[in-house]
């Protein structure tokens, strides 16, 4: 069982940064793929990126490529998300999500996610 609490979500102008944070319990966090997603007002969860178990892998959705960097550290149990350069169209809640040996192929896919945490908000100014 893990669970997942986000932080760091906020207001920003357009062009500014946030790093959101998602804290997770449990003592096998490393055998765990972790995607951070996002849903905007009236549409679905989108795929924003992801992050292997060892951290050695990541993959980002081409809306946010190039200024969304995700990390994790697994000494502490976390896997932040540095989002730079913020658009309006960023707005939406960000969710962190897990999956333990979830392969990288198929984690954009937010079905296959089995922990959640319960959101934090974004929201970008123009």
């Known amino acids: 069982q893990v669970q997942l609490v986000e932080s760091g979500g906020g207001l920003v102008q357009a062009g500014g940064s946030l790093r959101l944070s998602c804290a997770a319990s449990g003592r096998t966090f490393s055998r765990y793929t972790v995607g951070w997603f996002r849903q905007a007002p009236g549409k679905e969860h989108e795929f924003v990126a992801h992050i292997s178990g060892s951290g050695g892998s990541t993959y980002y959705a081409d809306s946010v490529k190039g200024r969304f960097t995700i990390s994790r550290d697994n000494a502490k149990n976390t896997v932040d998300l540095s989002m730079n350069s913020l658009k309006p169209e960023d707005t939406a809640v960000y969710f962190c999500?897990?999956?333990?040996?979830?392969?990288?192929?198929?984690?954009?896919?937010?079905?296959?996610?089995?922990?959640w945490g319960q959101g934090t908000q974004v929201t970008v100014s123009s």
């Open positions: 999500a897990a999956r333990i040996y979830l392969a990288t192929g198929s984690a954009t896919m937010s079905n296959l996610y089995d922990y």
